[in-house]
């Protein structure tokens, strides 16, 4: 066993973890952190966008010598049939500003990064160490982590999970469920290399203007999903997720929905040429608020992935991991500064302070969404894309047919493959889970 | 069944790194003679093939390729199919983008 003990152990070095030990090193805790890669960022994966505001709160002059990649200026979002898209695009040249909001980042060099203002506000960083369990007492109080190393137990007043997505060891210490197959989604992404000038190009960008393609249609099959085109400086994020169940339900594979995916006609042209120079695949939480688990108990909190804390509807989870990692800290250090003891009384001060933050608003903002989307996923994700697609068509080919008739056509066809019924019932129920 | 191209995974996971931590399987099938349904869907829902069927129709797996995604744990895990961990620390696939 290691002599040495620790104030706080974070265990994982991804957007939560890293938060967590700045936020406690930075307030003159002694922290451990540990991290299974041989770096921080080599086992993380994610599109990725970086959230500036969350980032901000943790370090202001960030855009000094950060990693980013490209400052966003325009989304999109494609609703996709097989061969068309119907976009809805925003773009603004408010967002070309001093400090940028949204920027695309590559998680292996931005975490590396990260990693070293972790180091150098004073916690200890230990690569390359898997931790295997918690240490918990007679009464089950945590009181450390097991480690894969020689002698690997390890003590700590408090233990901050942020071990992401899978959350192995708060599954193993019995403080919550495994993630189940229809509360989580399996994502694809391949990182796609092209000249700096020709990614502008294709995209409409210029200098390290940046672009965001959000697609959701029928090239999930049926299934709930979206795909995502994120543009980098030289290269481009595109991937592919879906709902576990629905592979489980479907037999359909992820990597043949991402090769379909890049097939697309509109897809394929911004990806022609291109080198292919990694391959990944993530688990995404998707339960949203009725899926977070109990966030503290009896020396040990979770944040981040490892809390299923992740915005399914605005594509948000980064932020949320940062978010709840640094105020995950700043509860610990209060409760330290009192002298008392990481109890789980005394760490519900994490939860009060999550719930009044946009985390845990938001989350609840949108608690109906994951339901009405993983039910209802043949409607969203099929039948409405394919009859948008259609009527877009028809409002836009001119072959003399009187336009009267072509809104009937439209409106049959709506009519048809839904109902009167089964219209109101959609936007009703899409209305009341958005409130 | 749409006529399409194959996917060739083993094409994909040639652009990753690895480390592989020979002699210790990070994921361990328990020894069956029929597969589960949740063995067998991970033939299709694992996004780097991991998941093979063996000539006498047992799934097996191989986790060189393995990109510590976790769907198999999510799958898999529950009904005692497979025993899922972390590679040993250092170990496993070295994203250089992520």
Known sequence: MIEEKFDVIVVGAGMAGNAAALTLAQRGLKVLQLERGEYSGSKNVQGAILYADMLEKLIPDFREDAPLERHLVEQRFWMMDGRSHTGLHYRSDDFNEEKPNRYTIIRAQFDKWFSQKVREAGATVLCETTVTELAQDAYGKVIGVRTDRVDGEIHADVVVLAEGVNGLLGTRAHLRERPKPDKVALAVKEMHFLPRETIEARFNLKGDEGVVIEA???????????????????????????????FQRTGETPYGLLDRFKRHPSVAPLIEGSEVKEYAAHLIPE????????????????????????????????????????????????????????????????????????????????????????????????????????????????????????????????????????????????????? | MSIEPSVRVEDKLFYNRYLVDTGRAHIKVRPHTTPSPELLTMLKACPARCYELNDKGQVEISVDGCIECGTCRVICEGSGDIEWSYPRGGYGVLFKFG
Request: charged letters at 20%; hydrophobic letters at 40%; one cysteine or more.
């Open chain 1, 216 to 246: 959701a249609g029928t090239i999930s099959r049926g299934m709930t999903g979206m795909g995502f085109i994120y543009a980098n400086k030289e290269c481009i994020s595109l991937g592919i997720g879906c709902l576990v169940s629905d």
């Open chain 1, 287 to 435: 339960g949203g608020f009725k899926a977070i688990p109990q966030l503290y108990g009896e020396g040990w909190v979770v944040v981040g992935d490892a809390a299923q804390l992740n915005n399914a509807i605005h594509r948000e989870g980064s932020n949320l991991a940062m978010t709840s990692g640094r105020i995950a800290a700043e509860a610990i250090f209060q409760v330290k500064s009192r002298k008392d003891p990481m109890t789980a009384e005394n760490l519900s001060l994490y939860k009060t302070m999550l719930d009044q933050s946009f985390v845990i608003k938001d989350l609840k903002k949108y608690k109906d969404m994951p339901a009405l989307m993983h039910t209802q996923s043949q409607n969203f994700f099929l039948t409405y894309p394919e009859l948008v697609s259609k009527a877009m068509q028809n409002f836009l080919r001119v072959d003399g047919t009187p336009k009267v008739d072509k809104e009937k056509t439209t409106f049959k066809s709506f009519i048809k493959a839904r109902s009167w019924s089964g219209l109101f019932g959609d936007a009703f129920r899409l209305a009341r889970a958005w409130r």
